[in-house]
């Protein structure tokens, strides 16, 4: 049977090493600093959903290229720069 992750083929050899790896223990601590998301401040962020028309979804997205932002950066871009404007 041929055994694949993400597309490539995962022999054998690989397996056993994955195996051995296993049964000699994982460190805890290493793995969970691992997971997630590099925290954005002092505690885990909260998403929050927000319904956009798909205009202003474009021009958040357009927006966004021009500046060499993701989606999520522009949009707290926004939140920072309406927020500090009071």
Not at 60 to 69: F, T, V
């Amino acid at each position: 049977m041929k055994r694949t992750i993400q597309g490539r083929e995962v022999d054998e050899s690989q397996i056993d090493e994955w195996v051995a790896e296993a049964e000699a223990g994982y460190d805890i601590d290493t793995l969970r600093a691992r997971w997630g998301r590099t925290p954005r401040g002092t505690a885990a962020a909260q998403v929050v959903p927000v319904r956009l028309t798909q205009e202003e979804l474009a021009a958040l997205m357009a927006r966004a290229e021009r500046e060499g932002l993701n989606r999520s950066e522009a949009i707290r871009a926004a939140l920072d720069g309406w927020s500090h404007a009071a």
